[in-house]
């Protein structure tokens, strides 16, 4: 009875641990954590009502081959890390020889991070172009408070830290829609940028964008360099809302009349949809309260539900 007992005991040692409510980003993905938990718990039940240990062999839960995947985590190593912002910062990743991330447009991917003993997990988007090779690169808001920003916050150069994915996206066809109007707050300009790129390589798609970047103040608007070259395309407009900034007279020349003060409010979204060309499609990407507030605001300037997508 005894040798029973231990076996059963051996048994419950390889039974899957079920995830945390920590360690799901939110985000809707597929295979979510849970999902791949449900597998693996099928698994361990069929192996061990078959007392066959061998049927578990094929459980892995992170890959060392640098290829990107949905269902297992996989290390890719830090090579540079530059601040952006006062809590914001670039990040590159290394892949291995001239390959790229296999993601289609705006997808993102989930980072898992151990803090005091606690698995989490958030989804990023890369914002590197689709075509890179040999490396990736995400936009990370470090918040003071924030239990991955602690993580994330240690990294330096050669760090290892790991991926699965790609997830979600918005399923981009050139020309499709005459033209997208882009409502970003802070980091969520992230799927932004590899859709915008997209578009300016591409000389035969003529979508007009409007991208409307919110952000605090001047000083924390990302990415600066890149988004005044992407301005400079004939179909491309970028507007600011800076919801900290009093005046424009401090900000440069150029940035002055495609600027706004204060938040990006009803009165003020009516205004841009009817500056647009065509009428637009929406793609939106903040937080959540963001999120609502953006389509109450379109609805109001007659957009409907079915001509936007969240992110």
Same mark, same amino acid.
Not at 245 to 266: A, D, M, W
């Given at each position: ?5 231990? $076996? ?39 192996? $061990?009502?078959?007392?066959?240990? %061998?049927?578990l ?19 890719? %190593? ?15 990743f290394?892949?291995?020889g ?20 606690l698995?989490?997990?958030r ?15 995400v936009?990370? $808001? ?65 979508t007009f ?10 000083d ?9 070259? #992407? ?5 491309i ?6 919801s ?48 609502e507030?953006?389509?109450?605001? #379109? ?13």
């Amino acid at each position: 009875l005894q040798a029973m007992g231990d $076996k059963e005991q051996d048994w419950l040692a390889l039974r899957p641990q079920e995830p945390s409510p920590s360690q799901c980003c939110g985000s809707g993905c597929k295979p979510c954590i849970y999902d791949v938990y449900e597998k693996e718990l099928a698994q361990w039940e069929r192996a $061990k009502a078959m007392q066959d240990k %061998s049927l578990l062999m094929g459980k892995k839960e992170q890959s060392n081959n640098s290829e990107l995947n949905p269902d297992t985590f996989t290390a890719f %190593s830090v090579s540079s890390v530059e601040q952006l912002t006062e809590d914001t910062y670039q990040y590159k990743f290394e892949l291995p020889g001239k390959s790229s991330l296999p993601l289609s447009l705006g997808q993102h991917i989930v980072l898992r991070g151990v803090v005091n003993g606690l698995e989490i997990q958030r989804a990023y988007t890369p914002i590197s172009p689709r075509n890179a090779e040999g490396y990736f690169e995400v936009l990370i $808001k470090c918040y003071e408070a924030g239990l991955m920003s602690q993580y994330i916050k240690t990294w330096k150069r050669g760090d290892v830290v790991f991926w699965r994915g790609p997830f979600g996206g918005f399923p981009y066809q050139p020309n499709k829609h005459g033209e997208l109007l882009m409502l970003a707050s802070g980091t969520g300009l992230a799927p932004m940028i590899p859709i915008l790129q997209s578009i300016t390589d591409d000389e035969e798609d003529e979508t007009f964008v409007t991208l409307v970047g919110c952000f605090p103040t001047f000083d924390r608007i990302y990415l600066k360099p890149l988004l005044q070259d #992407l301005a400079r395309y004939w179909n491309i407009r970028i507007f600011y809302v800076l919801s900290q900034e009093s005046s424009l007279e401090k900000l440069p020349q150029s940035y002055q009349e495609n600027t706004y003060t204060g938040r990006l409010n009803e009165d003020l979204m009516k205004t841009i949809v009817n500056s647009c060309r065509r009428k637009p499609f929406v793609l939106i990407c903040g937080s959540s309260a963001f999120n609502e507030d953006m389509s109450r605001y #379109l609805k109001a300037a007659g957009i409907e539900e079915n001509s936007c997508f969240v992110f």
